[in-house]
């Protein structure tokens, strides 16, 4: 069974970082493209980040390029997206999800992390 269980969500406010991390197991972590969604309040799932297998290649939403950085062990079947320079509008529950996908299009992702940006 596939499952992903993303963590390190939470309160922070505008200018500030978060690391979030999605675990895998079910299937093989290296041989898959892996993708970040999120979704706002009200709105619907939005693609922000993918990666290649083995990271060699990763792609960004216009709105987080140079502020997010998104990585893998696969090691440690993981997936991470570092965030910084967090801004109100990044506030959304944030969403890893297993192959290359986009939107609603994501359907084998994990339960999502809240990430709130306030001050």
């Known amino acids: 069974e596939v499952q992903l269980v993303e963590s390190g969500g939470g309160l922070v406010q505008p200018g500030g970082s978060l690391r979030l991390s999605c675990a895998a197991s079910g299937f093989t972590f290296a041989d898959n493209g892996m993708t970040w969604v999120r979704q706002a309040p009200g709105k619907g799932l939005e693609w922000v980040s993918q990666i290649s297998p083995g990271g060699g290649a990763t792609w960004y939403i216009d709105s987080v390029k140079g502020r997010y950085t998104i990585s893998r062990d696969d090691a440690k079947n993981t997936l991470y997206l570092q965030m910084n320079s967090l801004k109100t509008e990044d506030t959304a529950v944030y969403y890893c999800?297993?192959?290359?996908?986009?939107?609603?299009?994501?359907?084998?992702r994990g339960q999502g992390t809240q990430v709130t940006v306030s001050s």
């Open positions: 999800a297993r192959g290359y996908c986009t939107g609603a299009g994501c359907t084998t």
